[in-house]
């Protein structure tokens, strides 16, 4: 299994971005897919993330402001980052829970990061 992220990039303040993250391999089922953000000297924290059933999370300090969305054909999580902030800049990881042919488990697999930085 991979997770292949892409869209970040280098905007100013106010602008827009908007992530995808694409899992491929033998999966069978993907139960949670989320992102993820880390800047420097920072720990890890969670963006927003969706559920199979379309139960949505959000940290505080992107409510109103990102979309978390997934296409369950196509095994991809987007995230639509609008009025983005110089604190936003970070590396975005995305993640899912996936569980594979002929396993009665799931794992947790992580994208490689993509960097998104807002000038201001």
């Known amino acids: 299994v991979q997770l292949q992220a892409s869209g970040g990039g280098l905007v100013e303040a106010g602008e827009s971005l908007r992530l995808s993250c694409a899992a491929s391999?033998?999966?069978?089922?993907?139960?949670?897919m989320g992102w993820y953000r880390q800047a420097p000297g920072k720990q890890r924290e969670l963006v927003a993330d969706i559920y199979s059933g379309g139960s949505v999370n959000y940290a505080d300090s992107v409510k109103g402001r990102f979309t978390i969305s997934r296409d369950n054909a196509k095994n991809t999580v987007y995230l639509q980052m609008n009025s983005l902030k110089p604190e936003d800049t970070a590396v975005y990881y995305c993640n899912a829970d996936i569980r594979v042919y002929f396993s009665a488990n799931s794992k947790t697999y992580w994208g490689q990061g993509t960097q998104v930085t807002v000038s201001s």
């Open positions: 391999g033998r999966i069978a089922n993907i139960n949670v």
